[in-house]
């Protein structure tokens, strides 16, 4: 009997299926992977099991009794533990606090926190993962791999029968991930079940005893270990229809590249890039593929000045640049970010004001703000970008997320710019909107602009890229041309250890 | 990875700027004269202290939460006139005591749940609250001051205990409590945790709501409290004789090295910093100086201190 079952689990989000009929078996002594794209329902899938969030619909069964796991604590009560990947550790909290968190262990008259004693057992949590951390230090002292370590040391600590692992090797050096695999073969042993998020095929084909494979928010297989090589599970995950019918945009135009617009050269930085290489000439659309947090946003700060570069160089037209965004901008580059609600758009201002802000001077030299010709020109933008509604002094925040993508764009247009890097620009917002955008995209490279699409949609790289580069671990790891772009070959490039 | 792990601990992290220049003031003060080392002064200072270490201590806890009370000394006036009228109006010191208590939680619960539960900003939360106790204290005592207590409370207020006056054994025990409740009890794990990653302790199982809610009750338990010094003090209660208690209170707190963000603070850095807006007050009192340049003096130490912490915090090499 398994450990704990999810028979036919759905969840829906307005306008999202995150799981739908997915049923998954987790026995005690395996290791049960979990494969699937960015957004096919792994963690809703965990949030689920650890009542983070509800199923609407299938149930649960934990060691063959129907349970209903509300909240966390009663996945806690189960046995049920989670690494995260998103840390949850508190800063300014010693390590021995931390493991116990929730469950500190206390005095049996005062009730007081018994100190001697949670250290000791947190210093044996670490211990048994070879870890020599002082159990008074604050993890807000600590580096991102030590703080993984010590959130797994936390979950380990607490004697999970089920224990869950979103991707607990991202962040870790190949020392520590043996380290990791090593306690994870003797949980094993010791009857334990483990669910295991990996984007890595080789702990997928090395740990798993068994693989599920989820794709837009459905189980497409579950395999026994050694039932399918690492080929055809990138095909489950990646989806036979995708080639096709999967295409929200397919591009009309492919031109001869002109001059170098963007060079980077041996490109090195403290947020992880290490040694990138890139080219990106006029007239050309350069995908950047690559898992989440393989480097991909991290090379476009650095281009853009936002982060600090350790070693390289960054040429931008021919020159080499030097300073922060403001100096890079005055160059003709634009940054447009993920999250441009935060970081693209003033939204509680109009739309005109929006697509005016980046040009003010360029419009009004001297400095005198003229409300007609201001309009004039926001109305000319909107018409080009097609920005519905029309209205220029329709408010930013209530227009739809293709909409404000749209803005975005328009006011680092106006702004002049020549080499425009998107950060997921597609994220959020409807497949109609996305086919503009792209529309859009490619109309900037059809007048000389150069374009660095960072994109985590395989299929938007595929058809709408000249070319691509493929990151894994801040590194390129490969770059495809146009003749070899298909999600296939992107997906192998973005997870195969080499 | 193995390496020694030379991480800095909870005890061997380097001290906030307040020690060095709290040091500074308490001797310039002592150099300064005008009677500042004398016996009678230095009773005084322990008296003036046990207020604001009162109300500093758990404000402490609640910036510690990513929180700010600005109601803290507005409730303490509505506390201390509450009790004057209970005594007043002839009751025992016990039932005006609970009075003031029951105020000063009813506070706290208001602040702590609209906070917690509803997710408002706690400077707006308690600017409301602030309004709301001023305005109590005002319409209860028709803005005059409440007399005619009877000797009880103001005995109380004089009496000592070895050696010592009540009202600082009084603050001391608070100092004593908030240390014990931060320091040794799950709820002190708690106040580090919803400043520094409410979520974690939300998926710990924890219920972080009640929690929060907790930290701002303790706090307005503490203001009826204090009530008690506050009223025994002039054998009155005066309804805004406290107001504007609550910047000394937050200033001693950021003094002390506390942070507005991620749980990141210490009790004893609040208790040097009363010690030091304490002495640098009276010192300056005793050098005949105006009470609203003292205010600005306390300014430009904070702003100095907050500086040098900021600084040496931005200079320190980033983590392995």
Sequence with gaps: ?498 | MNAPARSVTYRTRPLPAIVPIGLFVVVGAVLAGHGFASERNIANLGLQASILLMLAMPMTLIIMSEGLDLSAGAVLSLCSVVMAMMLAGGHGLVAALAASLGVGLAFGLANGGLVSLLGLPPFVVTLGTLGIAQGAALVLTEGNAVSGLGPGISALYADHIAGIPLPVIIALATWLVTHVLLYHTRFGAYVFAIGGNRDALVLAGVRASAWHIAIYAYGGLVSGVAALLLTGRMNAAHPTVAIGMEFDAIAAVVLGGTSFERGDGRLLGTVLGVATITVLRNALDLLGIESSLQVVSIGVLILVVIMIDSARRTWRVHPA
């Design chain 1, 1 to 498: 009997m398994p450990l704990l079952a999810l028979r036919s689990v759905s969840k829906s989000f307005p306008g999202v299926r995150a799981l739908e009929d997915v049923s998954l078996d987790l026995h005690g002594g395996e290791v049960h992977m979990l494969l699937g794209e960015n957004g096919a329902g792994k963690s809703s899938l965990i949030k689920v099991l650890y009542g983070a969030y509800r199923a609407d619909a299938g149930t649960i069964l934990h060691e063959g009794h129907l349970v209903d796991i509300k909240r966390p604590a009663d996945a806690r009560r189960m046995g049920i533990a989670v690494i995260f990947q998103e840390f949850s550790l508190v800063p300014f909290l010693d390590l021995a606090h931390n493991i116990f968190l929730g469950r500190e262990p206390r005095h049996r008259v005062t009730r007081l926190i018994d100190h001697a004693r949670m250290h000791r057992e947190a210093r044996a949590a670490l211990d048994s993962l070879g870890l020599d951390y002082d159990t008074r230090a604050l993890p807000v002292h600590l580096g991102i791999a030590r703080q993984q370590m010590v959130e797994i040391a936390k979950a380990l600590s607490q004697n999970a029968r089920i224990l869950v692992m979103d991707e607990p090797t991202a962040a870790l050096s190949d020392r520590e991930a043996d380290a990791l695999f090593a306690v994870i073969r003797r949980l094993r042993a010791d009857g334990v079940a483990i669910l295991y998020i990996s984007h890595r095929m080789k702990e997928v084909l090395e740990l798993g005893d068994r693989v599920t494979v989820l794709r837009d928010g459905r189980r497409v297989a579950t395999m026994l270990r050694g039932e399918a090589s690492a080929n055809e599970l990138i095909a489950m995950m990646v989806g036979r229809a995708a080639g096709a019918a999967g295409a929200v945009y397919q591009r009309r135009h492919f031109g001869e590249p002109g001059a170098t617009a963007l060079e980077v050269r041996g490109l090195c930085t403290a947020s992880g890039v290490n040694g990138v290489d890139l080219v990106v000439r006029a007239g050309e659309i350069v995908g950047l593929s690559g898992l989440v947090g393989a480097g991909r946003t991290e090379v476009a700060r650095a281009v853009f000045g936002a982060d600090p570069i350790t070693a390289g160089e960054v040429k931008l037209f021919g020159a080499p640049v030097h300073g922060g965004p403001d100096r890079v901008a005055s160059r003709g580059v634009a940054l447009i970010p993920e999250n441009r609600k935060q970081e693209g758009l003033a939204l509680k201002r109009s739309t005109q004001d929006n697509l005016l802000a980046a040009s003010l001077w360029k419009q009004f030299p001297r400095g005198w703000y003229r409300a007609r010709p201001a309009r004039r020109h926001a109305r000319a933008l909107i018409e080009r970008l097609r920005v519905t509604p029309g209205e220029p002094r329709r408010l930013a925040s209530v227009l739809s997320g293709g909409n404000q993508q749209k803005v975005v764009i328009g006011k680092w247009l106006v702004a002049g710019c020549r080499l425009f890097m998107f950060d997921e620009p597609t994220r959020g917002i409807d497949i109609g909107a996305k086919g503009e955008i792209f529309a859009l995209i490619e109309d900037l490279v059809k007048r000389g602009a150069a374009v660095l699409l960072i994109s985590s949609e395989l299929s938007e790289i595929v058809h709408v890229c000249d070319r691509a580069y493929v990151m894994r671990t801040g590194r390129i790891v490969g770059e495809l041309a146009r003749h070899d772009l298909s999600e296939e070959n992107l997906l192998r490039l973005a997870m195969h250890e080499t």
